[in-house]
């Protein structure tokens, strides 16, 4: 994988289409503005009150997850989402409410079997959904990991944080992906991206990940690439053709491995500037099911790429996203699969992209 201190990023001429079916052309060079001017005072306000939102929605034992009960992917989203406000432990109004995440889910990591695994419920996100579960959760521990000042709780994170990675390895399958459980069985575009995040994060923490396992996975990703630079879910299997919200992590999965550059780049991010959002671009069966998910890895697509991409991207999807909360309750997003702490986690993540306080977004 790449060192991420080496400057990564080439600004292009991209022809960005319209909703209308035309173009606007946007020159490359551009410079990254400060975070003033993406983050205005109304999306600053609306941060605030979703961080406070979280921070009220938190069980007793730190999980997130609403309704439906605990969910390790929910409480790693929504602690990352506080930490992406420059909340730690030991610091900031919300340290508090990270510091009982990351207890929860290191205590989750090390009871459960197989050790490691964090996981709240094999069907507490999507269906079957246990290692989307330890991919988002793993991230966390790998961005809380540098945080902690404590050394005995430093060493218990450690632990469990190791036994998640090597978890992650050992689980991927003959192909280079990973699936709902962890063992190396099937795998599908959508899960191996989320444990190919965790494995950076881990990588930049200092934890050792094989080349071959990111090598293997890079392979599966591209594997899954179509013609019109979109992604099919599984590999070799390209009937359903690309959608939105997978093509958009796969982008991140390569950024997530070091590939900036190259034709499957710009493919993927040329199909997806077709759905810009804020009511501008096209949309696909999935936008609006899986709507949190692919806007979260849009953005997070986005913010790498930089440039052109970055500047043009995040006013619409901030507009979107305010548009949302105004037409909803006003302190919180919504989600009718997954309820209101992943919707405001998944929003305040995006919202505070410009922040760049999350180890893994540094440029």
């Given at each position: 994988?790449?060192?991420?201190?080496?400057?990564?990023?080439?600004?292009?001429?991209?022809?960005?289409?319209?909703?209308?079916?035309?173009?606007?052309?946007?020159?490359?060079?551009?410079?990254?503005?400060?975070?003033?001017?993406?983050?205005t005072s109304d999306a600053q306000a609306a941060i605030d009150r979703g961080l406070?939102?979280?921070a009220r929605a938190q069980s007793n034992?730190?999980?997130?997850?609403?309704?439906?009960?605990?969910?390790?992917?929910?409480?790693?989203?929504?602690?990352?989402?506080?930490?992406?406000?420059?909340h730690h432990p030991g610091r900031g109004q919300y340290g508090r409410t990270v510091s009982r995440a990351m207890d929860y889910l290191v205590n989750r990591g090390l009871a459960n079997t197989p050790v490691g695994y964090l996981n709240s419920g094999e069907t507490a996100f999507g269906h079957g959904g246990g290692m989307y579960q330890h991919g988002f959760a793993a991230l966390f521990l790998a961005e809380v990991y540098g945080t902690l000042p404590d050394p005995l709780r430093l060493k218990r994170l450690r632990e469990a944080f190791e036994k998640a990675i090597r978890l992650v390895i050992d689980s991927q399958n003959k192909h280079g992906g990973w699936r709902y459980d962890p063992?190396?069985?099937?795998?599908?575009?959508s899960v191996t991206v989320a444990q190919l995040m965790a494995l950076r994060a881990a990588r930049n923490a200092g934890l050792f990940v094989p080349k071959s396992t990111v090598d293997a996975a890079v392979a599966y990703i591209k594997a899954c690439q179509l013609p019109d630079g979109g992604f099919c879910y599984i590999r070799d299997q390209t009937q359903l053709g690309s959608a939105f919200a997978r093509s958009a992590a796969a982008v991140v999965g390569l950024f997530s491995a070091g590939i900036y550059e190259g034709d499957a780049i710009?493919?993927?991010l040329k199909y997806l500037v077709r759905f810009i959002p804020n009511g501008r671009g096209a949309?696909?069966?999935?936008?609006?099911?899986?709507?949190w998910y692919a806007h979260y890895y849009a953005a997070l697509a986005m913010w790498t790429a930089g440039g052109a991409w970055w500047t043009e991207w995040f006013p619409a999807i901030?507009?979107?996203?305010?548009?949302?909360?105004?037409?909803?309750?006003?302190n919180n997003w919504q989600d009718p699969n997954h309820g209101p702490s992943y919707a405001t986690a998944m929003a305040c993540i995006i919202l505070q992209l410009p922040n760049n306080y999350l180890p893994i977004l540094q440029k």
């Amino acid at each position: 994988m790449t060192d991420p201190r080496i400057p990564r990023r080439r600004f292009a001429r991209v022809a960005l289409l319209g909703a209308a079916g035309g173009a606007a052309i946007l020159s490359g060079h551009a410079q990254d503005a400060a975070p003033s001017e993406f983050v205005t005072s109304d999306a600053q306000a609306a941060i605030d009150r979703g961080l406070a939102f979280l921070a009220r929605a938190q069980s007793n034992d730190g999980s997130f997850g609403d309704g439906s009960g605990a969910n390790a992917a929910i409480t790693g989203l929504a602690a990352l989402a506080l930490m992406s406000g420059g909340h730690h432990p030991g610091r900031g109004q919300y340290g508090r409410t990270v510091s009982r995440a990351m207890d929860y889910l290191v205590n989750r990591g090390l009871a459960n079997t197989p050790v490691g695994y964090l996981n709240s419920g094999e069907t507490a996100f999507g269906h079957g959904g246990g290692m989307y579960q330890h991919g988002f959760a793993a991230l966390f521990l790998a961005e809380v990991y540098g945080t902690l000042p404590d050394p005995l709780r430093l060493k218990r994170l450690r632990e469990a944080f190791e036994k998640a990675i090597r978890l992650v390895i050992d689980s991927q399958n003959k192909h280079g992906g990973w699936r709902y459980d962890p063992k190396p069985s099937e795998a599908d575009v959508s899960v191996t991206v989320a444990q190919l995040m965790a494995l950076r994060a881990a990588r930049n923490a200092g934890l050792f990940v094989p080349k071959s396992t990111v090598d293997a996975a890079v392979a599966y990703i591209k594997a899954c690439q179509l013609p019109d630079g979109g992604f099919c879910y599984i590999r070799d299997q390209t009937q359903l053709g690309s959608a939105f919200a997978r093509s958009a992590a796969a982008v991140v999965g390569l950024f997530s491995a070091g590939i900036y550059e190259g034709d499957a780049i710009d493919r993927g991010l040329k199909y997806l500037v077709r759905f810009i959002p804020n009511g501008r671009g096209a949309r696909d069966f999935f936008t609006e099911r899986y709507f949190w998910y692919a806007h979260y890895y849009a953005a997070l697509a986005m913010w790498t790429a930089g440039g052109a991409w970055w500047t043009e991207w995040f006013p619409a999807i901030r507009d979107e996203l305010l548009n949302r909360l105004r037409q909803g309750n006003a302190n919180n997003w919504q989600d009718p699969n997954h309820g209101p702490s992943y919707a405001t986690a998944m929003a305040c993540i995006i919202l505070q992209l410009p922040n760049n306080y999350l180890p893994i977004l540094q440029k």
